[in-house]
C-alpha cells in the first residue's frame, strides 16, 4: 500500500502544534520532514543538525511517534538522519475542485489547502508573510493590543518602546507582533526588521560564547543593525543569565538609538521568574498590553476567517460547535479546522458533526478539575497571604477578595458545584457562592484589575 508521506507529516505536525509551545514549534520542527517509511514499522525523519537530533530525541520523540502510530498505526519506531530538506513550500497537499458540466467555472481550478504554520520564512527579517493584519481578527479580546501595533505602524516617531504584548498560549501574540514587521516592511522596504524567538536568540548567544572577538564583533553588529527588533516569548528568558545580559546591552543601544522594540510573553514580565531586576525595569519603561480570552462570537470569526482563507467550506452548526467547545486557545481552533479538513481529505467528503465531535474528543482535552487546596495555595501566594485565612470567617477585603476568586474559578473553570464549592471553603451557604462568582463575573465584564489578575492566576494551573 502506498503512503502519502506529506500527508502523514502533515497530520502529525498539525497534532503537535496543538501540544507544544508555537517557541518550540518554530524552532525545532519547520525544518523537519518525513522522508519515508522503511520496512513498514520504521518512519525515517529527516532533521538539520546533529544538536537538533539529540533534542528531539530526548524532548519530543515518544510524542511523534504517538501522532505517527495514530495516523500509521504499524509504525513502531523512528530513525532520524541529519540532511536538510526544503520545507518552505511544505504544506497539506492542495485538492482539485470538482468540475461543473455547463456552468461557467469563477473559482480557482484547485481548491486551496489549508496550511500549516510552515510557509516560507523572509531570510531578510526571518518573518512569516502569513502573519498579516488582513487575515488578523480583532475583537473585544484583543482589541487594546491591536490599537497599539498600529499606533506603532501609524506614527513615523518611536511612540511605544517596547512595545510588550503578553497573553496565554495561543492568543495571537506572533501573529500580532509579526504583523506589524510585515506590515513596516511593506510601507517601508528600506527598513531592516528583524524578527526571532528568545529560545533562537538563546542559541545564537551560545553558539558565539567562547569565539573570537571579531567573530564576537560580528554578532553584536548583527543585532544592533536593526531599526525593528522583535522577539517572541521573552518568558523563556528565565534563569538564562548570559543571555539576559546580552540582551540588556542589545535593548540598551537599540533604546537609545531610537530603534523600535517589540516583544511578546505569556505573563507581565513583573511575572517572570527569574528574569534580572533592570530588564522588568526596561520593559515596563515602554507600553504593556495584554491579550485576553477570546469570546465565543471572536472565536466563531476566527474560525470562519481561515476557512475562507483556504477555500475550504464547513457548515455553520460544525463551526459554531467548535467555537463553542474550543475555548481560548486560537491554535486549537485552527488545529482543529486543519485536522478536520486532513480526515475530510482522507474520506473524500464532507464530515458530519458526529464525527467532528470525536476529533475533538482525540484531540482537545479539557481541564480537569483540580484539588481545590491546589488552587487555594495558588492563590494565596499570588496575593501573599496566609492560606488559613480563606476558610476562616472573616470579611477583611485582602482575603474576601482571593476567596471570590477561588470560587469563582472552582465554579467556571473546573465545573465545581455551588454547595461544594462552599463546604470546601469554610462550610459556606451555596447562596453565599453564588453572590461570589456573579461579583467576580461583574469585575472582569468591567475589566478591573482584578480581571487582570484572575487571567495570570489561570496560567498558573
Known amino acids: 500500500m502506498h503512503l502519502d508521506t506529506q500527508k502523514i507529516w502533515s497530520s502529525v505536525l498539525t497534532n503537535i502544534n496543538l501540544s507544544i509551545s508555537q517557541a518550540n514549534f518554530n524552532t525545532w520542527f519547520k525544518d523537519m520532514a518525513l522522508k519515508e517509511i522503511k520496512n513498514n514499522d520504521t518512519a525515517v525523519i529527516a532533521v538539520p543538525s546533529e544538536f537538533v537530533k539529540k533534542w528531539i530525541l530526548e524532548k519530543f520523540n515518544s510524542l511523534i511517534l504517538k ?175 548570559r543571555t539576559q545580559e546580552e540582551l540588556f546591552h542589545l535593548f540598551n543601544y537599540l533604546y537609545d538609538n531610537d530603534k523600535q522594540i517589540i516583544l511578546s510573553s505569556d505573563v507581565h514580565p513583573n511575572q517572570i521568574s527569574d528574569l534580572e531586576d533592570r530588564l522588568k525595569s526596561r520593559f515596563n519603561a515602554g507600553m504593556i498590553v495584554d491579550i485576553q480570552t477570546p469570546d465565543f462570537e471572536s472565536r466563531l470569526e476566527i474560525l470562519k476567517k481561515k476557512a475562507k482563507i483556504n477555500n475550504f467550506e464547513v457548515s455553520s452548526d460544525i463551526l459554531e460547535y467548535i467555537a463553542g467547545t474550543i475555548t481560548g486557545n486560537i491554535r486549537e481552533l485552527e488545529g482543529i479546522l486543519n485536522n478536520i479538513y ?75 458545584s455551588y454547595p461544594s464549592i462552599g463546604e470546601k471553603l469554610g462550610g459556606r451557604d451555596h447562596t453565599t457562592v453564588m453572590h461570589s462568582c456573579e461579583k467576580i463575573k461583574k469585575c472582569l465584564e468591567d475589566k478591573t484589575e482584578i480581571a487582570k489578575d484572575i487571567e495570570i492566576i489561570r496560567r498558573m494551573f
Open 67 to 241: 501522532y505517527l502510530m495514530a495516523v500509521v498505526p504499524e509504525i513502531r519506531k523512528i530513525e532520524y538522519v541529519v540532511e536538510k530538506i526544503d520545507t518552505s513550500n511544505f504544506k497539506i497537499e492542495k485538492k482539485p475542485a470538482k468540475k461543473t458540466s455547463g456552468k461557467s467555472q469563477n473559482k480557482s481550478s484547485e481548491k486551496k489547502a489549508l496550511s500549516l504554520d510552515l510557509s516560507s520564512k523572509s531570510s531578510q527579517t526571518n518573518l512569516n508573510p502569513r502573519y498579516r493584519f488582513d487575515n488578523f481578527v480583532v475583537g473585544s479580546f484583543n482589541e487594546v493590543a491591536y490599537a497599539a501595533a498600529q499606533a506603532v505602524i501609524k506614527r513615523e516617531e518611536v511612540v511605544y518602546n517596547p512595545l510588550l504584548i503578553y497573553g496565554s498560549t495561543g492568543h495571537g501574540k506572533t501573529h500580532l507582533i509579526q504583523a506589524v514587521g510585515n506590515q513596516i516592511k511593506s510601507m517601508d522596504p528600506s527598513k531592516k526588521v528583524f524578527y526571532i524567538t528568545s529560545e533562537r536568540f538563546y542559541m545564537d548567544v551560545i553558539d558565539f560564547i567562547g569565539l573570537k572577538s571579531n567573530k564576537t564583533n560580528n554578532f553584536k553588529k548583527k543585532y544592533r543593525d536593526y531599526d525593528v527588533f522583535i522577539m517572541d516569548d521573552i518568558q523563556f528568558l528565565t534563569k538564562k543569565e
Open 342 to 416: 486532513i480526515q475530510t481529505e482522507i474520506k473524500k467528503r464532507p464530515l458530519n458533526l458526529n464525527e467532528v465531535r470525536d476529533i475533538i474528543k482525540a484531540n482537545y482535552k479539557k481541564k480537569q478539575p483540580i484539588d481545590y487546596k491546589k488552587l487555594v495555595e495558588i492563590v494565596s501566594n499570588y496575593y501573599n497571604i496566609d492560606k488559613d485565612n480563606i476558610y476562616k470567617k472573616t470579611r477583611k477585603k485582602e482575603f474576601v477578595v482571593p476567596r471570590q476568586i477561588i470560587m469563582y474559578l472552582l465554579r467556571e473553570d473546573f465545573k465545581y
